[in-house]
């Protein structure tokens, strides 16, 4: 199962990777949009000097490679080494596909939503496409102060930066836009869409209300021992998992029960366990 894992693993890179160096070729680079990082820079080349993008990113990602392994150790793993790799030669592969749009707004937008979902397939294997990554870690170990994410912005800052230098400062806007995209679009492909909600009930009923959601969703309940702030007294807290669909049915068992009930709800991107996403323990 483990091998089968590894391969799931390996193909999802080279999917996601594939994906990614589209928003970069249709969208992004034919428009002079560095949506930061490596591949930013590259573009920015590209355009200054005639470079072509795929090698120069591989050509920036090999020296970071070896200084990470010299100064953070071997941790990278084979995945990340693949991914980097693939990314590169897949950018010069799909170089001479259609550009989809002149755009510079359209560009942005897909282009990073394309981008984003390619890298978050990546990521979801727990690997990375190397880049402004790596520099960010070598960064945090010789400026302890300053941390692994604000490095990744800090180098992002620098590439758009130097993309409003090179050529204008509007492609220097519409880059922010495509880097905004394409790191929300990561963040729902790693953590999902916000499906699920966490309510937090506080009754003088809760064994009602638990008797029913128990009996009517099948939702498992906790509860935590609270005190009042104002008043003083410890009470009962209900802590509920339901998906979107069941919020309102479950929104309704409470105010049926008590109306005067204060409830608490939040957005939660993941729940793991029976009822909702089971564990894969081969990952």
């Known amino acids: 199962m483990r091998l089968k894992a590894q391969v799931y693993d390996y193909l999802l890179i080279a999917l996601g990777t594939f994906i990614g160096s589209l928003g970069l070729t249709m969208f992004l680079i034919p428009n002079k949009v560095a949506a930061g990082g490596v591949s930013g820079l590259a573009t920015v080349l590209h355009y200054l000097f005639g470079l072509p993008v795929g090698w120069t990113m591989l050509a920036f990602n090999i020296p970071l490679f070896i200084a990470g392994v010299v100064f953070l150790g071997s941790g990278f793993g084979a995945k990340t080494v693949l991914g980097t790799v693939l990314l590169s030669v897949f950018t010069e592969l799909t ?157 309704k068992i409470i105010w049926d029960i008590d109306p005067r009930a204060f409830i608490i709800v939040h957005d939660v991107h993941e729940v793991l366990g029976e009822g909702f996403t089971l564990i894969d323990n081969n990952k």
């Open 95 to 251: 170089k001479n596909f259609p550009v989809l749009t002149r755009d510079l707004l359209l560009s942005s937008v897909y282009g990073g939503i394309v981008l984003g979902l390619g890298l978050g397939l990546v990521f979801r294997t727990r690997a990375s496409t190397g880049g402004s990554d790596i520099a960010a870690m070598l960064m945090h170990h010789f400026l302890p102060s300053v941390s692994i994410g604000q490095g990744i912005l800090i180098i992002d800052f620098f590439v758009i930066a130097l993309n409003g230098v090179s050529f204008n400062w509007e492609l220097a806007m519409y880059s922010w836009i495509a880097l905004y995209v394409s790191s929300k679009v990561i963040d729902i492909v790693q953590e999902g869409i916000n499906y699920a909600k966490a309510v937090y009930i506080i009754s003088d009923r809760n064994d009602e209300i638990q008797k029913r959601i128990l009996e009517d969703l099948g939702r498992g309940i906790t509860l935590f021992e609270a005190k009042g702030g104002y008043t003083g007294e410890n009470r009962d807290v209900l802590m509920c998992a339901v998906t979107r669909l069941e919020l309102p049915k479950l929104k």
